[in-house]
């Protein structure tokens, strides 16, 4: 046993090193984030499915810390201590371990320790021809290890927050319809609701505590939402400050007047969601779908035709891409791209590599304001399973 690990570990590095170095000479710089990180911004924004499975676990001096159950949120935090504005463009690569619990029970292809290999690029303002150029370069790892058998699935956050603008619905709408977009009993609840009863949440609300809401002021607002506290003698448990209790309140308030979704709407949303197929025909498909609404997806449908474009530019094969509208992957902090590349071996359950892009997240880890960002990683020790057939 101990003969088959120490060979299986020469696998991975030797791996590993050609898949660096596809990464390197591509121009990205070889990093090392740090194993153990701050657990606040990992709870905050992986999303519900892998927050339950982060190893988290507090130090003598009350820190609260995790290892890490990925390497882009470290690869964020990492760039910003590097650079005074976290918007200087940048490449970066690395190859070390990942951890997440694996409620099924851990195997070859889901180690409770496992390696990520992979690339972010922050900064860049091409957002298209970023994003072809990281897909293209993990697919080139891949097939200098040796994958030659494999298929790109893509999804586009971008172009689904396009399409609920387009039907023209409430902002608060759009919000909540995109945070259920990653839980699809969630998602289907939420539009049902809006279609047939959107003011029912309020209706269990206090008379008072409504009237004292004043919707273009969240400040005062916050103030007379403490004030009722304060009479009613109620505790605030949790994490919300009163300006976010405040905000939710009046838009739930809001809905109180708000006539439902009409039933049109709700099915192109549905109709919308429920495109597959080949990537080179969906967004033909998307286009007529949406041809007539007022909001109109023009400019998230050019920047979809640009990426395949420009992937095809790139030597990416389109007969073998994609395209799912309700592809979102696990973690909820990307925000537009998402792309995952599977190898028939392992299956859609465990795909090789995946990844995409998280404008959103640099501000979570600590920047300012949003910043062009883009990545993807390489589960290794699938890739090395799927070179061997799909034997653990």
């Not at 599977?342 to 090789?352: R, W, Y």
Request: glycine letters at 8%.
């Amino acid at each position: 046993m101990a003969a088959e690990s120490a060979q299986q570990f020469a696998r991975l590095e030797a791996q590993a090193q050609v898949v660096m170095s596809v990464f390197t000479k591509a121009g990205h710089e070889s990093v090392a984030p740090a194993v153990i990180q701050p657990a606040g911004v990992f709870l905050d924004c992986i999303g519900e499915s892998l927050r339950a499975r982060t190893y988290v676990f507090t130090d003598p001096d009350g820190a609260e810390l995790c290892l890490r159950p990925d390497l882009t949120v470290p690869a964020c935090r990492l760039h910003i201590a590097r650079q005074s504005d976290p918007a200087t463009p940048a490449k970066y690569c690395y190859n070390g371990p990942a951890f997440r619990f694996q409620p099924q029970g851990a195997d070859a292809a889901h180690p409770r320790e496992f390696r990520q290999a992979g690339i972010e690029r922050f900064g860049d303002k091409e957002a298209e021809r970023a994003e072809a150029e990281t897909i293209a370069l993990i697919v080139k790892a891949l097939s200098a290890a040796g994958l030659q058998d494999w298929t790109l699935q893509t999804g586009d956050l971008g172009l689904f927050r396009a399409v609920l603008n387009a039907v023209q619905i409430p902002k608060r709408w759009q919000k909540r319809l995109s945070d259920a977009f990653w839980r699809p009993d969630a998602f289907r609840a939420e539009l049902k609701r809006l279609t047939t009863a959107p003011g029912a949440a309020a209706k269990a609300l206090p008379a008072d505590l409504i009237a004292g809401l004043k919707p273009h002021d969240i400040a005062a607002s916050a103030l007379a939402v403490q004030a009722y506290l304060e009479r009613n003698k109620i505790e605030i448990i949790g994490t919300r400050t009163l300006e976010e209790m405040a905000e939710h309140l009046i838009e739930v308030a809001a809905d109180m007047l708000a006539t439902p979704l009409d039933a049109k709407s709700a099915a192109l949303i549905e109709s919308y969601v429920a495109v597959r197929g080949p990537a080179k025909t969906a967004g033909v498909e998307i286009g007529r779908l949406l041809a007539g609404t007022k909001g109109g997806t023009g400019a998230a449908l050019d920047a979809y035709d640009r990426r395949l474009a420009l992937l095809a530019n790139a030597g990416v094969p389109l007969d073998r891409v994609s395209f799912s509208a309700e592809f979102g992957r696990s973690l909820e902090y990307y925000t537009g791209l998402v792309f995952e590349v599977l190898a028939p071996a392992l299956g859609a359950q465990s795909p090789v590599a995946g990844g995409g892009r998280y404008d959103g997240l640099m501000r979570a880890a600590g920047a300012n304001a949003d910043v062009p960002a883009v990545g993807g990683a390489i589960h290794t020790e699938r890739l090395l399973a799927a070179l061997d057939g799909g034997r653990s």
